[in-house]
């Protein structure tokens, strides 16, 4: 498993921006895929956006389409999640997921329960 740790979350008015963090602790970090979702309070945690292992290729859900953009350091084991355009529905804690071996596509389609790490989450509020 990897040991994964966000950073960067906070209150932004809407229309704001923001970027987010996540540093892994593995020097495979290559080997994953890697990813960023949100969970609101009453509601299932969601796909956001994913960056596969090998290629960088990038998938995002709908709703952030357009608005959020995923990018990895290899070199330092970062993965970023750069939100603009915010919204109050972007309310949420946001999460980092590293799947190994994982294509970004795939990562949307994955249960939960099965991605190999998660990190502790950080609160991204959007006002209205």
């Known amino acids: 498993q990897v040991q994964l740790v966000e950073s960067g979350g906070g209150l932004v008015q809407t229309g704001g921006s923001l970027r987010l963090s996540c540093a892994a602790s593995?020097?495979?970090?290559?080997?994953?895929?890697m990813g960023w979702f949100r969970q609101a309070p009453g509601k299932e945690r969601e796909f956001v956006a994913a960056?596969?292992?090998?290629?960088?290729?990038?998938y995002y859900a709908n709703a952030v389409q357009g608005r959020f953009t995923i990018s990895r350091d290899n070199a330092g084991n970062t993965v970023y999640l750069q939100m603009s355009s915010l919204k109050p529905e972007d309310t949420a804690v946001y999460y980092c997921?590293?799947?190994?071996?994982?294509?970004?596509?795939?990562?949307?389609?994955?249960?939960?329960?099965?991605?190999?790490?998660w990190g502790q989450g950080t609160q991204v509020t959007v006002s209205s």
């Open positions: 997921a590293a799947d190994r071996w994982r294509a970004a596509s795939r990562m949307a389609a994955t249960p939960l329960r099965d991605i190999d790490s």
């Open positions: 593995r020097p495979t970090f290559n080997d994953y895929g």
């Open positions: 960056i596969s292992w090998s290629t960088n290729n990038t």
